[in-house]
């Protein structure tokens, strides 16, 4: 793991699953776990924080000058309040 940080993000629809696990429900919010820089360290991550009963995905990020980095989340939220939860 690169770094880990625990945030709360917006994630775009268009980089998750929500729509088609909720039927059709928006949940954009979650937790950020983690980022990755190498593609091969992702399904390591991922495999750890499955370990602990979390459901992990990965979205591809273009951070320009910084490269290409994954950032590794957890969960579906309809609000932000409810991550806190």
């Known amino acids: 793991m ?5 945030a709360v993000e ?3 629809s268009k980089n998750s699953k929500s729509d088609t696990l909720t039927g059709g429900t ?3 919010y979650s937790i950020w776990l983690s980022s ?14 499955k370990k602990i ?14 490269g290409i980095w ?4 957890a969960g579906r939220y309809e ?3 409810e991550t806190i939860r």
Do not use: H, M
């Open 26 to 28: 928006s949940r954009p």
């Open 53 to 66: 009963n979390l459901e992990p995905y990965a979205v591809k990020i273009d951070l320009g000058e910084k």
């Open 10 to 12: 917006q994630t775009e």
């Open 70 to 73: 994954w950032r590794i989340y």
């Open 36 to 49: 990755c820089q190498q593609q091969e360290s992702v399904q390591k991550v991922l495999s750890k924080f």
């Open 79 to 81: 609000t932000r309040r």
């Open 2 to 6: 690169k770094k880990e940080n625990f």
